[in-house]
C-alpha cells in the first residue's frame, strides 16, 4: 500500500504517465516508507475544458493544475512525513507540468487498517 490517484490538466501522454508514476512511487518511498512494490498509481488525464480554478476553465487560462489523493495506513506517518510528501510532490509535478498554478492540491487521507487491503485480505 499506498494508492495514489493523480488527476492531470494535459493531453494523455505515454511518457509523462510512466514518468509520473515512477517519481510517486519514488517520494511515497522516500518520504512516507512505503514498499514501492506495494503502491499503486493511478493517473487520469483531464481536458482544459474540464478542469477550473476559481470558476474559470483552464483552457482559458494558459496554465496546468493537478490533484493528487494519496490513501495510507492511519498511523503509519507523522505530519513531519506527510508534510515533507505534500512538498515533494508538489515540487515535482511543477517540474513535470509547464506552467504549473499553484491552486495545485495533495491530500493524504489516513484510512483505518481494516477498511483497506489487497489481494483479497484486510491489514
Known amino acids: ?19 509520473v508514476a515512477e517519481k510517486l512511487t519514488r517520494i511515497a518511498n522516500v518520504c ?3 514498499d514501492p512494490s506495494l503502491t499503486a498509481v493511478v ?3 483531464v481536458a482544459d475544458e474540464d ?3 476559481g470558476g474559470r476553465p483552464l483552457i482559458g487560462l494558459g ?7 494519496i490513501k495510507v495506513t492511519a498511523a503509519t ?23 504549473l ?10 484510512v483505518a487498517a481494516a477498511a483497506w487491503g489487497f489481494g483479497g485480505k484486510s491489514q
Open 63 to 69: 496554465v496546468r493544475s493537478f490533484s493528487l489523493e
Open 43 to 45: 493517473i487520469n488525464y
Open 51 to 53: 478542469r477550473a480554478i
Open 32 to 34: 512516507l516508507h512505503k
Open 1 to 19: 500500500m499506498p494508492l495514489l490517484n493523480v488527476a492531470i490538466s494535459e493531453e494523455p501522454d505515454a511518457a509523462l504517465s510512466a514518468s
Open 101 to 110: 498554478h499553484e491552486t495545485s492540491y495533495v491530500i493524504v487521507h489516513e
Open 77 to 99: 506517518n507523522t505530519k513531519a512525513e506527510m508534510a515533507a510528501f505534500i512538498e515533494a510532490m508538489s515540487a515535482t509535478m511543477g517540474q513535470l507540468l509547464s506552467e
